[in-house]
C-alpha cells in the first residue's frame, strides 16, 4: 500500500511540476532588445556602430588638471562611495537566497531537573534538528534569479554614479574656467573704462567736455567693479560644488584656461540600440524588469503548495517518563505539504500588486530609454548651434572692437561724444562675455553626449 501511495504522490508532483512550466513559474527573463530606430530624431548618424561614449574618458578630458580633478572624485565622492555600498548589500541579498536551497539546521539542547516521589532525577536533551523546503514549485529558484537581477541592477547603477560624476566634475571644471574668463575679461574692461573716464576728465578740464560725462561715465566704471565682485563670488560658490563633488572641504582648485581646452569634434552617436548596452541607467532599469518578473513567478508561487522535509538526530536521557541510558540515540525524519486555502486570497492579491508592479517596471525602461534619446538629441543640437553661433560672436566682438577704438579716438578729437563710446564699450563687453558663454555651452554639450551616450564606464 505505501508503495502505491509513494507512486500516487510522485505522479501528482511530476504532473503539477509540468503544470506550472507550462504556466511559466519557472521560465527566465529575456531581456528587451529593440529601441526605436528615430530615437535621435533627425540628429542620427545613420548605421554606423561607432560611438563617442566607447571612447575612454581620459581621451576625451584630455586638460591635466581635469584628470586629476576626476581620479580624485572617483576614489573620495561620497554618493560613488554609497553606490558600491548598495553593491554589498546586493551581494548579501545574493548570497541568502543561494543559502535558502540548504536546509535550515539548529542544535536544540535542553536539561532539566524534577523531584519524584523524594527520588531526584535529571534529564537532558541534545537534539539538532533540519528542515528543508523542496524547491518545486520554483518559489527558491525564483527568489535567487530576482537577487541576481537585484544584485546587477545596483551595479548598473554605481556605473551610473560613476559616469555621472565624471561628467558632473568636467561640468563644473568648464564653468570654472568660463567664470575665470569673464573674470579676466570684465577686470580688463574695467582698466580700459578707468582709461576711458579719466581721458573724459581731462577733456572736461580743456573745455569739450561736462560734468554729466564724466558722472556717466564713472558710474558704469562702478557697475562693472560690482559685476567683478559678482563672478569672483559665483567662482567661490563653484568651488565648493567642485569640492563637494571630490569628497573634502573647501579646497583651491587648480586649473586651466578656457582658451586652452581641446575636445574631440568627431562624435558619432552610433546605432540607438546601443544605448541599451552602453547606458548603466538603461541596463538598470532592464535589470529592475528582470526583478519584477521573477518577482511575479515568486508571488505565483506563493499560491501554491509547499513540501517540507523535516528531521531530527540526537541524545537523551529520558524518553515517555521513563529514565534511560545516558546516552540514548533518537532519531525521526517527516514530511509535510502545505496548502495554503485561507490565505489563498492575500496571495492572489499579491500576485496582482506584482503583475502591476511588472508592467510599471515595463513603463519605467520606456521612459528611461526615451529621455536617453532625448539627451542625445539635445546635446548635438546644443554643440551644432553653439558651433554656428561661435563664428558669428567671433565676428562681432572683431567689429565692436574696431568700433570701440574708432570711437575711442575719434571722441579725443572732440568729433563724438561720450555716449557712443559709452554703448561701443558696453555692446563690447556684453559680446565677449556672451561669446564666452558660448564657447562654454559648446564645451558642456560634448560633456552632455559623451554621458548621454553612456561615457565614462571602466
Sequence with gaps: MKKYISAFLYICLSAITLTLSGCGIYGKYHPTTEVPDNLYG????GDSAANFGLVRWQDVFTDPYLQQLIEKALSNNIDLKIAREHVKQAEAGLLGAKLAYLPTISLVPSAGFSPQYDIKQGNYDLVAQAQWEIDI?????????????????????????????????????????????????????????????????????????????????????????????????????????????????RMEIKRNTLADQTLPTDMQTGIPAQLLYNRPDVMAAQEAMAQAFYATNLARSNCLPSLNLSGLIGWTNHSYNVVLDP?????????????????????IAQVRAAKSQQEESVMQFTKVVLAA????????????????????????????????NSTQLTMQHGSTTYLEVLNAQNTLLNAQLTQIANQTEQNLAVVKLYHALGGGKE
Design 42 to 45: 533627425n540628429v542620427q548618424s
Design 137 to 249: 514549485f520554483g518559489r527558491t529558484l525564483n527568489g535567487l534569479r530576482g537577487a541576481k537581477a537585484a544584485k546587477r541592477m545596483t551595479e548598473d547603477y554605481e556605473q551610473a554614479a560613476r559616469c555621472g560624476l565624471i561628467a558632473a566634475v568636467a561640468e563644473v571644471y568648464y564653468t570654472l574656467l568660463m567664470l575665470d574668463a569673464q573674470l579676466a575679461t570684465a577686470e580688463q574692461t574695467s582698466v580700459t573704462w578707468s582709461k576711458t573716464a579719466n581721458t573724459i576728465k581731462r577733456m572736461k578740464l580743456a573745455g569739450m567736455a561736462n560734468e554729466a560725462a564724466v558722472a556717466q561715465l564713472e558710474a558704469t566704471q562702478y557697475a562693472i567693479n560690482t559685476q567683478v565682485i559678482a563672478i569672483k563670488e559665483s567662482i567661490n560658490a563653484v568651488e565648493n560644488s567642485m569640492s563637494l563633488l571630490l569628497g573634502g572641504t
Design 327 to 347: 546516552m540514548t540515540l533518537i532519531s525521526s525524519l517527516a514530511a509535510s505539504l502545505f496548502v495554503p486555502i485561507f490565505n489563498s486570497g492575500r496571495n
Design 373 to 404: 534619446g532625448n539627451e542625445v538629441n539635445e546635446a548635438l543640437i546644443k554643440y551644432q548651434t553653439c558651433e554656428q553661433k561661435s563664428k558669428l560672436y567671433d565676428k562681432q566682438v572683431e567689429a565692436l572692437t574696431r568700433a570701440m
